[in-house]
C-alpha cells in the first residue's frame, strides 16, 4: 500500500507555501492526478487511506492543509485561499507530468461544496462530491448554491448523498438531480438509501462502514466508493 509523504508547495505568488499531503502509486504508472479537498483541521487516518486507495488504483493523490493559514475552527473552505491552494496542488502535479486534462477534484461535506466551485472556475478534467451541502442556499461567501453551479460546470461532475442525512433532504437532492439533468457536462447526482457519515471526515474510504450513521447499508459504501473510481476512470483520460 502508498505510503503517504508531506511536500510544502509555493503558492503562485510566491508569499507562502501550503502543506500537501501526497500518496503515489507504488510501482506502477501515474494515471493521472486527485486533489482532495477536506474539512479535517489534521491529517487523521481517514484522509491517509482516501490518499492511499487513489494511489493504490494508479492515481498520484494530493491533499492540501486548506487550514493552514489559521486555526481559527469557524474558517470555511472557500474564496481565494481555496483557489490558491488548490492552484498550488495542480501546479505540483503538473510539474510530476500530469497534464491537465488529468486532474480530478474530490471533496466531502462542505469541501464537497467546494470541489463544485473549483469545477467551475478551474480547468480540471472531473470532480466529485460526497455530502456537499448547500444545495438551495450557499454555505457561505464564494460557495454559490449547487442548483446555481451546476448551469456553469465546465468539469464532468459526480455527487454522492445519502437519504439518511439530516442536512442534505431528499426534496433539495431532487431538486438538484433536475437542475444538473440541464448542466453543460456530464452531471450525475446518486443517492442511497444510508449514506450519512460524520461530518470532517471523509469516511467513504475507511475500513468497512465506520465513521458512518447507524444503521448504514456496507453494499451502498461499496457501491459509492466503485462510483468515485469508475468516474475518475471514465473521465481522466
Given at each position: 500500500?502508498?505510503?503517504?509523504?508531506?511536500?510544502?508547495?509555493?503558492?503562485?505568488?510566491?508569499?507562502?507555501?501550503?502543506?500537501?499531503?501526497?500518496?503515489?502509486?507504488?510501482?506502477?504508472?501515474?494515471?493521472?492526478?486527485?486533489?482532495?479537498?477536506?474539512?479535517?483541521?489534521?491529517?487523521?487516518?481517514?484522509?491517509?487511506?482516501?490518499?492511499?486507495?487513489?494511489?493504490?488504483?494508479?492515481?498520484?493523490?494530493?491533499?492540501?492543509?486548506?487550514?493552514?493559514?489559521?486555526?481559527?475552527?469557524?474558517?470555511?473552505?472557500?474564496?481565494s485561499?481555496?483557489?490558491?491552494?488548490?492552484?498550488?496542488?495542480?501546479?505540483?502535479?503538473?510539474?510530476?507530468?500530469?497534464?491537465?486534462?488529468?486532474?480530478?477534484?474530490?471533496?466531502?461535506?462542505?469541501?464537497?461544496?467546494?470541489?463544485?466551485?473549483?469545477?467551475?472556475?478551474?480547468?480540471?478534467?472531473?470532480?466529485?462530491?460526497?455530502?456537499?451541502?448547500?444545495?438551495?442556499?450557499?454555505?457561505?461567501?464564494?460557495?454559490?448554491?449547487?442548483?446555481?453551479?451546476?448551469?456553469?460546470?465546465?468539469?464532468?461532475?459526480?455527487?454522492?448523498?445519502?437519504?439518511?442525512?439530516?442536512?442534505?433532504?431528499?426534496?433539495?437532492?431532487?431538486?438538484?438531480?433536475?437542475?444538473a439533468?440541464?448542466?453543460p457536462?456530464?452531471?450525475?447526482?446518486?443517492?442511497?438509501?444510508?449514506?450519512?457519515?460524520?461530518?470532517?471526515?471523509?469516511?467513504?474510504?475507511?475500513?468497512?462502514?465506520?465513521?458512518?450513521?447507524?444503521?448504514?447499508?456496507?453494499?451502498?459504501?461499496?457501491?459509492?466508493?466503485?462510483?468515485?473510481?469508475?468516474?475518475?476512470?471514465?473521465?481522466?483520460?
Amino acid at each position: 500500500m502508498a505510503g503517504i509523504t508531506t511536500e510544502n508547495v509555493p503558492l503562485r505568488d510566491d508569499s507562502a507555501t501550503v502543506p500537501l499531503a501526497v500518496a503515489e502509486p507504488d510501482g506502477r504508472p501515474v494515471r493521472g492526478g486527485i486533489v482532495v479537498l477536506h474539512e479535517s483541521r489534521r491529517f487523521g487516518e481517514s484522509v491517509r487511506q482516501l490518499l492511499r486507495s487513489l494511489a493504490d488504483e494508479g492515481w498520484l493523490a494530493v491533499a492540501p492543509d486548506l487550514f493552514h493559514r489559521r486555526d481559527d475552527g469557524d474558517v470555511g473552505v472557500f474564496g481565494s485561499d481555496l483557489f490558491d491552494d488548490f492552484d498550488a496542488s495542480f501546479d505540483w502535479l503538473l510539474s510530476r507530468g500530469v497534464t491537465g486534462d488529468r486532474v480530478g477534484v474530490l471533496g466531502f461535506d462542505d469541501a464537497g461544496t467546494a470541489a463544485v466551485t473549483v469545477a467551475v472556475e478551474r480547468p480540471v478534467g472531473a470532480a466529485v462530491s460526497v455530502a456537499a451541502r448547500g444545495v438551495l442556499t450557499p454555505l457561505a461567501p464564494g460557495a454559490p448554491a449547487l442548483v446555481e453551479a451546476v448551469a456553469t460546470l465546465a468539469a464532468p461532475w459526480l455527487a454522492l448523498y445519502g437519504d439518511d442525512d439530516d442536512e442534505t433532504t431528499p426534496e433539495h437532492v431532487e431538486r438538484l438531480r433536475e437542475a444538473a439533468a440541464h448542466a453543460p457536462v456530464a452531471a450525475l447526482v446518486v443517492s442511497y438509501r444510508s449514506l450519512a457519515h460524520r461530518r470532517s471526515e471523509p469516511s467513504l474510504f475507511s475500513d468497512g462502514v465506520d465513521g458512518f450513521s447507524d444503521g448504514a447499508d456496507e453494499e451502498d459504501v461499496l457501491d459509492a466508493r466503485d462510483r468515485v473510481f469508475e468516474w475518475f476512470d471514465g473521465n481522466l483520460r
